[in-house]
């Protein structure tokens, strides 16, 4: 009995065994089973760097036309710009340097571009602007633009004709002829139209002949608005018409002279003889005269003297010559003691008390010049 019992244990063990013995081999033909363990990542905190530094650089492009240059946005922001053309112009490019805790390396790439450093910041003092100018009559009241014309010199035959057809008149002190305001200006306005350059520009062929001859170029008004308003506006216009010559064809400033007479020496009727408005003649007095010194005539005054006096006693003296006036010779005469008593009116101030009775006068005289120039074979 105790024999079969240790049998029956023996017997049990090499089951045992044999089954242990199954189970290991079995055991390393199966693929292992792999344990993780997951463990939470803690939030990573971004600390985001300032920028330190800014660099500047200056480059010099010379290129016909406009380059472009991308750069991947993971490595830098960097914005170029490239402007081209003549002359060459420096332009700034600024690259910002980025704070990273990843150091990554680049490897530039080969350019032409020459790198230059920018020069230090210097002083640079700065004039100040000029004090405007204060503008006077006699300079160049107009804003006209300056275009020069080239002159060409006329022929004797081609001054005859200009000076025909301008009505010229030939007096004692030179040749004289009137351009009428509309020709000229537009209404109210003193700047010089663009459709009276036709015209200027035969008066300037005439002004050429007559090269060695000084200009007077007088601005007239009708009878209407106050005597200040328009002996301004005539003196704007003749300095007008004298910086046209000057600006568009080369003419000496100092040959020509502008006076503004106003509303002074009308050549005609500003009223009827009803007192109504003349139209037609308030038009011929709106004119601007020229008048050619091909005769140079001075009158001298003495400083206590009285001009109205002294024209009085020049129109005497012509009163006189008329009288027994027979030749061309004595209406040249008669006629040279008128255009001077007309010099003495036109002296006699504003403040002199006889200066209304002058302008009257200055017209009764050149009536009278007209006529003894007319039987001295002038006109």
């Not at 150091?103 to 405007?132: C, F, G, R």
């Not at 160049?140 to 004709?161: A, F």
């Not at 000084?214 to 608005?225: A, N, R, V, Y």
């Not at 027994?324 to 002199?352: D, G, R, S, Y």
Request: glycine share 4%; proline share 7%.
């Amino acid at each position: 009995m105790h024999l079969e019992i240790k049998r029956l244990q023996v017997a049990i063990a090499s089951s045992l065994l044999l089954i242990g013995t199954a189970c290991q081999n079995r055991s390393q033909n199966l693929p292992k089973v792999t344990t993780f363990e997951i463990v939470p990542v803690p939030v990573t905190q971004l600390e985001i760097a300032t920028v330190e530094q800014v660099t500047t650089s200056t480059f010099d492009v010379q290129s016909p036309t406009t380059t472009t240059t991308t750069v991947d946005p993971s490595l830098a922001s960097e914005t170029q710009t490239v402007e081209t053309g003549t002359p060459s112009i420096s332009t700034s490019v600024e690259s910002t340097t980025l704070s990273s805790s990843t150091s990554v390396q680049t490897k530039p790439e080969p350019s032409s571009v020459t790198t230059e450093t920018a020069p230090p910041a210097t002083s640079v003092q700065v004039e100040p602007p000029p004090d405007p100018t204060v503008g006077t009559t006699e300079e160049d009241p107009t804003d006209s633009t300056r275009v020069l014309v080239e002159t060409v010199l006329p022929t004797p035959t081609e001054v005859e004709q200009t000076l025909t057809e301008l009505n010229a008149e030939t007096t004692i002190e030179g040749i004289k002829f009137n351009l009428s305001d509309n020709i000229l200006f537009e209404f109210d306005k003193y700047h010089v139209r663009a459709a009276a350059k036709p015209t200027l520009e035969k008066v300037n062929q005439v002004l050429t002949h007559f090269k060695d001859a000084q200009i007077l170029i007088h601005g007239h008004t009708d009878s209407k608005g106050t005597d200040e308003y328009n002996r301004e506006l005539s003196q704007k216009r003749a300095a007008a018409v004298k910086y046209y010559f000057v600006n568009n064809f080369q003419a000496e400033p100092t040959r020509i002279q502008t006076k503004g007479l106003g509303k002074s020496q009308p050549i005609a009727p500003n009223t009827n003889p009803n007192g109504s408005d003349n139209p037609q003649g308030r038009e011929k007095n709106r004119r601007v005269e020229f008048t050619i010194q091909t005769e140079t005539r001075t009158v001298e005054i003495a400083p206590n003297s009285d001009p109205f006096g002294e024209a009085v006693k020049k129109a005497t003296s012509a009163a006189t010559l008329t009288q027994a006036a027979k030749t061309p010779q004595q209406w040249l005469q008669v006629a040279k003691q008128w255009q001077e008593a007309i010099a003495f009116m036109e002296a006699v101030p504003q403040n002199n008390a006889n200066y209304d009775m002058a302008q009257v006068k200055v017209i009764e005289y050149q009536n009278n010049l007209k006529y003894a120039q007319k039987n001295a074979g002038l006109i």
